[in-house]
């Protein structure tokens, strides 16, 4: 018997989109973050009860086109008890799949630490013709800005193969990308779970 995945996609968004799991606020949520396609109208809240290494609970709220509710439906039944590193794997695997950039922050101290010494490399970069110093600080701050970058790869690298047996059933949102527009729709819960997971209090959008 052939499997028709196009078909398998259509029930199971019909599924989620009607029946969305883990769906309403979480009373003790210690991080949240919002998000608004605002071509289409979806909005969506993400909250996390989480401490340092797992995310111990997760629900979202919001309203929008099947696609978004059912994306954000099945991310959650994922999220439950998951540890923080196997979230990044999986967001980074879902951005990827769904031809999009993968997870550019995979985490707030990754990020920071880049953002600082990205910031160290420019100002010891300016100084460097007439300071020595500066120009020992710059290389030390080249070492450490390519030290971080190569823990957050590595944190988030996984090859194809590994990405289908981390995405499990998501693999059928790859039927997505045949509707370009739609594609920003599917991503949308998972930019705002990257965005609860930097702590981000801004919107995000997928525009």
Known sequence: M????????RQMVIDHGRSPRHFGPLASCTCRSAGHNRVCGDKIDVFLQADTEHILAASFQGAGCAIMMASAS????????????????LLHCFLQMMSLRSLSTPSQTANTSQTANTSQTANTSQTAATSQTAATSQTAATSQTAATSQTAATSQTASSEDCADILGPLNHFAEVRGFPTRIKC???PWEALAAALRQDPQTVSTE
């Not at 052939?2 to 996609?9: E, R």
């Not at 099945?74 to 794997?89: H, I, K, T, W, Y």
């Open 2 to 9: 052939v499997v028709d995945a196009a078909s398998i996609y």
């Open 74 to 89: 099945m991310m959650m039944e994922r999220l439950q008890g998951c540890s923080r590193f196997d979230v990044l794997r």
């Open 186 to 188: 599917a991503t949308l």
